[in-house]
């Protein structure tokens, strides 16, 4: 029994601890299922928001591509209906997941997202109340992490022509007109004339040497360009608009100086548009300036240069007009040449050609004229002597005096086969490539990159007096005191004998007597007194001088009132110490010692002459224990543009690229390197590269020959390289030439479109004949900036913007300070100030104007600056704030120079500079200047006229690599404008303006939206 009670009562214990390790083991495994629940939660949740974070990122990284990038936002500019885009974005961190999308068949396309159109979308039109369709374009991403996956999308509305924009005035425009002896002069930005005119009936003039080197030129109305106007083409996308007549007087008219990328579309090709009709007074260049053989576009009404020697390189002539008399040569010759062959558009282009074309919808003239494309005309065509066509000649109308051309393309006119002196049928022939003191066969000319240095700003501190920071010496002009206990004593001496001036002595007007003065000093007074030295005084008629009294004792000198403690002085000039907190002493300058601040802004040791001390600073801009004078210390860039530690004083650097096109470390000072070779490249001299006038084989382009063009009796295509053949087939001209044939027009491959359907009036300016234009849904063709589009650039509709263009200070000038200008003083200015003048051309006015971070007004309220070589404005722009001018009634000022910060004399500056200066003005308002002026900012004046007939700026700066002396650094749109002499406005970007490329080709008519705010 004992044994067996035992043996159960172990059972029992045994029996117990496994049932209590089971629950243990149940407790112990549903913990760990709830923890790696809890875990595997965790990372879902972690992926899922980060793919969102990641999502959202790649859409914005493409949006913030649009604004840096006017190839991306012209890309989402052009869109079709029908077209999907699909950039490319990347995420170089894998742990934030991967960017994709999912094609229409369902497949994952990594590395992208994807861009398309809604269709059927409306928007509600407030001013019409009613519903419009609009165009929108979504932007997709799906970003997957870890096996989850977000999509975010954005969208870009097409906005309706109704809704506004807010203005944007770059360069010069008037919203009235323009002066017509407006002579000398360089516009940059934007041009444009006659905005708010309702009509294009008016003329404007432009004389003598302008230069126009814009984005954008708008003459609404005709234009005389007498005595060498001058437009310079410097970037695509520009474009220069007559909505009028052109009538040109000058030989260079046009410089092709810009360089086309590979991947350009119709809308890129910069274009002269001529409403009207063309004509010149001279003979005409439009030429390429860089050799870059850059494509450039002229619409015209019609064309009359009859007589006139023309030159046009790398061009399409349309003449738009059916039903118009167009002539071209005459008795002088007129050569119209293509574009580089490497630019010949794709086939998805607007319009496929190569240029050296016309298109004419009207009647054609032509003589003594060499055309290296097509002549394609809707109307009649007359031939003259002296006409070669280096490609086809396509007539709808009459054709007269075919026997007089040179055609080497083909000839398509009447109903009939004709036959005329030409290319025998069944044989061919093709062009050999002329060159014109160009680079040899063989031989390779790279441009060497030029890069600016990199421009650190140094450090400046002000030194320190008395442990205080002190920021200069203050000069006060004291005023005489006129108390009741001083008294100022006139004497004066008239002729020998006369009455109460006995011996020609002095006397005062009591007819008291003085001894005479003797040496300066005046006897019998009691002391001796220095007096006045004697002058004449028309007042009186006589000599006069001058002692003083003071609490009945005379004094050397008159007693003055210091102007800013009101306190009595002899001194004629108080000096003040002027600190950082505000507060002043009163000092003279050599009783004072500075100390200078060291590379920290602290105070050192080292005495010093000077109230401030400039540090150099490293690349970094970390300032370095060296002093100097200049605002700016320039480190070189490698040849890739980035900084490196080597100072050194040349703005610019320029590397040498090797014989493959790679920027190689080596530094030069040439433009251009040159190589020969194929697979072993040597470098040669541009001497050895360059030659002279030459024809290349069509068949082996490294072959010279002394033939234009090479016969053949069968067709060479596609036996390009089989030389056995070439040289089997080729025959003489005298063999291939003969009785040829003019082809009925109906079997030219285009004959419904002998001129281009795309390139009509009504395409490329979006209007139908009546001038009404086309839905949105047809504006795909169109190229021509218009009226309207330059009127909502500024913001007009038929008014301006009172909130834009303030005729009056916001809020009105209460409380404003009040400054009455005098010769000989400095002011400065801190807050909302109204400035006139008094007497100020016996010296120099400066103003200091001190914004700090906020925005001021100062007010010019009928102000006049007399000349005075020394008149200056200097605008303190470092801290970011904004100087609001608001002229009142009128602002004249010769010789004054406005400066800022980083804007004075012999500085760099850029058009993407920026400027925190607006000028507004009453109706009525006006700017005058006759002599030298330089004035800096952002105008918006539609109701004040601009009246400059300056002789030049008042100082020089570098613009854009250009030395120029500018009467305006900025931009200005005014009512009326007059500039007769040398006028040159340098276009600066508004800094609290949105001009960006995004802006220009996206913020005026469309909007973006993200996420839910659609």
């Known amino acids: 029994m004992k044994k067996h009670s035992k043996a159960k009562l172990k059972g029992t214990v045994l029996f117990t601890v496994i049932s209590v390790m089971s629950l243990l083991i149940i ?15 965790s990372h879902k949740n972690y992926a899922s928001t980060q793919t969102e974070y990641t999502a959202r990122a790649a859409i914005e990284s493409f949006s913030e591509a649009m604004s840096r990038n006017d190839a991306v936002a012209q890309m989402i500019v052009n869109m079709k209906k029908t077209d999907i885009l699909t950039p490319s974005v990347e995420i170089n961190d894998s742990a934030l997941g991967q960017i994709g999308y999912y094609d229409n068949s369902g497949n994952w396309v990594p590395g992208q997202i994807s861009i398309e159109y809604i269709d059927d979308t409306y928007v509600y039109n407030t001013e019409k109340s009613c519903w419009e369709e609009q165009q929108v374009l979504k932007v997709t991403a799906t970003a997957e992490l870890a096996g989850e996956e977000s999509t975010v999308s954005a969208y870009i509305r097409k906005k309706s022509p109704d809704e506004p924009s807010p203005a944007s005035i770059r360069g010069l425009q008037t919203a009235g007109g323009m002066s017509s002896d407006a002579t000398g002069g360089y516009y940059t930005g934007d041009f444009a004339i006659g905005l708010i005119e309702n009509d294009a009936s008016n003329l404007y003039t432009i004389q003598n040497q302008t230069t126009i080197e814009t984005d954008k030129t708008f003459v609404n109305g005709s234009l005389y360009a007498a005595g060498g106007i001058h437009i310079n083409v410097v970037r695509p996308n520009s474009g220069t608009v007559i909505m009028g007549n052109l009538q040109v007087k000058n030989n260079d008219f046009i410089d092709i100086n810009y360089k086309m990328s590979d991947e350009f579309n119709q809308k890129d090709i910069p274009y002269l548009f001529v409403n009207g009709n063309f004509t010149c007074d001279s003979s005409l260049n439009i030429v390429d300036k860089n050799g870059k053989k850059s494509p450039y576009n002229i619409f015209c009404g019609s064309w009359d240069t009859w007589g006139k020697a023309v030159n046009i390189n790398n061009s399409d002539l349309y003449l738009m007009d059916a039903g118009s008399s167009n002539r071209i040569g005459g008795t002088s010759s007129t050569k119209l040449t293509s574009w580089s062959s490497s630019l010949i558009q794709r086939g998805d282009t607007q319009f496929n050609s190569q240029g050296g074309n016309i298109y004419s919808k009207g009647n054609l003239e032509i003589s003594h004229t060499t055309i290296y494309g097509d002549i394609r005309c809707e109307g009649n065509v007359t031939i003259g002597d002296g006409v070669k066509i280096y490609g086809d000649l396509v007539v709808q109308g009459t054709l007269n005096g075919v026997e007089k051309a040179e055609v080497n393309g083909t000839i398509y006119n009447g109903t009939d086969n004709k036959e005329y002196s030409g290319l025998k049928d069944g044989y061919f022939s093709r062009n050999n490539s002329f060159y014109e003191t160009g680079l040899k066969p063989g031989y390779y000319e790279y441009e060497n990159p030029i890069y600016a240095n990199h421009m650190a700003k140094n450090v400046q501190y002000a030194n320190y007096v008395n442990d205080a920071k002190a920021l200069g010496i203050e000069t006060t002009n004291n005023t005489i005191y006129s108390g009741d206990n001083f008294k100022e004593i006139i004497l004066k001496r008239k002729s020998y004998g006369e009455p109460g001036y006995p011996n020609g002595r002095f006397a005062d007007d009591k007819g008291n007597e003085y001894l005479d003065i003797l040496i300066g000093n005046l006897e019998g007074v009691g002391i001796d007194i220095q007096a006045i030295p004697w002058s004449w005084d028309n007042n009186y008629g006589c000599d006069v001088k001058k002692i003083y009294l003071l609490d009945g004792n005379y004094i050397s000198y008159p007693v003055y009132v210091d102007e800013k403690t009101s306190a009595m002085t002899n001194n004629e000039h108080s000096y003040y110490l002027i600190y950082e907190d505000g507060t002043y002493t009163d000092v003279v300058p050599g009783d004072i010692t500075i100390y200078q601040a060291d590379m920290y802004g602290n105070q050192s040791d080292v005495e010093t002459d000077s109230f401030s001390v400039i540090y150099k600073v490293d690349k970094d801009e970390n300032p370095i224990n060296e002093t ?84 053949y009796k069968a067709d060479p295509t596609g036996h390009e390289n089989d030389e056995t053949w070439l040289n089997d087939n080729r025959v003489s001209q005298e063999e291939a030439i003969g009785q040829n044939i003019v082809k009925p027009f109906n079997t030219y491959s285009h004959a419904g479109e002998v001129y281009p359907n795309s390139m009509t009036r009504e395409s490329i300016t979006g209007k139908d004949s009546s001038g009404n234009a086309y839905p949105d849904s047809n504006q795909e063709y169109k190229i021509i900036t218009s009226l309207e589009e330059m009127r909502d650039a500024i913001g007009y509709t038929t008014t301006f913007d009172p909130n834009v263009y303030y005729k009056e200070v916001p809020g009105g000038t209460a409380g404003f300070k009040e400054i009455n200008l005098e010769s000989n003083h400095n002011y400065t200015i801190t807050e909302n100030t109204i400035l006139t003048a008094g007497t100020t051309n016996s010296g120099p006015v400066k103003i200091n104007i001190k914004p700090g971070k906020q925005t001021i007004w100062i007010v010019f309220r009928d102000f006049t600056l007399g000349d005075n070589d020394g008149h200056s404005i200097y605008i303190d722009d470092s801290q970011g704030g904004i100087v609001n001018f608001f002229v009142d009634g009128s602002f004249t000022a010769n010789k004054l120079a406005m400066t800022t910060a980083s804007i004075h004399e012999n500085s760099y500056v850029y058009k993407d500079s920026r400027i925190n200066i607006n000028w507004y003005g009453s109706e009525g308002s006006s700017i005058n200047s006759t002599n030298e002026i330089t004035l800096i900012g952002t105008a918006k004046m539609p109701y004040s006229k601009l009246n400059v007939p300056v002789s030049h700026g008042k100082y020089n700066v570098n613009y854009n690599g250009k030395n120029v002396k500018p009467a305006w650094i900025g931009s200005g749109l005014f009512g009326e404008v007059k500039t007769s002499n040398n006028f040159r406005i340098l276009h600066v970007d508004n800094a609290n303006s949105s001009n960006s490329i995004i802006n220009e080709l996206l913020g005026e008519s469309w909007e973006i939206m993200y996420y839910d705010m659609y």
């Open 27 to 41: 407790f112990l495994t549903s913990t760990l299922v709830l923890a790696t629940s809890a875990s595997n939660r």
């Open 628 to 711: 100097t004078d200049q605002p700016y210390t320039y480190y070189e860039v490698d040849k890739d543009g980035n900084p490196t530690d080597l100072e050194t004083p040349d703005y610019c650097v320029r590397y040498k690229v090797d014989g493959n096109g790679n920027t190689t470390p080596e530094k030069t000072s040439e433009e251009y390197v040159y190589y020969k070779g194929i697979i072993n490249k040597e470098q040669v001299t541009r001497d050895e590269a360059i030659g002279e006038n030459f024809w290349v084989e069509w068949c082996s382009p490294y072959a010279k020959t002394d033939y234009d063009v090479y016969y």
